[in-house]
């Protein structure tokens, strides 16, 4: 396996580069994804949830910590934060539609109604 290829090696790089710069907002959105890729959810939602706190307004930040939180069978607080991420201008459906992250969701009806409404508003 080539570093390029090597997830473990590019989290100890950032989890090292947190420590020196904790509200590195770059390092956090990239720590979350790479947790959650390689399966650390919990892990994730602490990042997802830290990179909220310092973008309150970032829609892709609310998406991410709504994607955790469904991992984690959050459903009612994953669905707050898909509404959330609505609100402050998320648009892609075609990808929250499809999106795995969110595949606890699919047969709830709060997770419709959002589809619908972002449908409508694309």
């Known amino acids: 396996m080539s570093r390029k290829e090597d997830p473990a090696f590019d989290i100890a790089f950032y989890?090292?580069?947190?420590r020196?710069?904790?509200a590195y907002e770059d390092v956090i959105e990239l720590l979350g994804g790479l947790y959650t890729k390689t399966g650390r959810i919990a892990d994730g939602l602490k990042m997802d949830r830290k990179l909220v706190k310092l973008q309150p307004t970032n829609s892709t930040a609310h998406y991410n910590l709504a994607c955790s939180?469904?991992?984690s069978k959050?459903?009612?607080d994953a669905l707050r934060a898909l509404?959330?991420?609505i609100l402050h201008g998320y648009t892609?459906?075609?990808w929250m539609s499809q999106d795995a992250d969110l595949d606890s969701l699919q047969s709830s009806a709060g997770f419709k109604d959002l589809l619908a409404k972002l449908k409508t508003h694309n």
């Open 83 to 85: 509404q959330a991420a």
């Open 92 to 94: 892609d459906y075609d």
């Open 69 to 71: 939180l469904a991992l």
């Open 74 to 76: 959050r459903k009612a």
């Open 20 to 22: 020196r710069e904790p």
């Open 15 to 18: 989890e090292s580069v947190l």
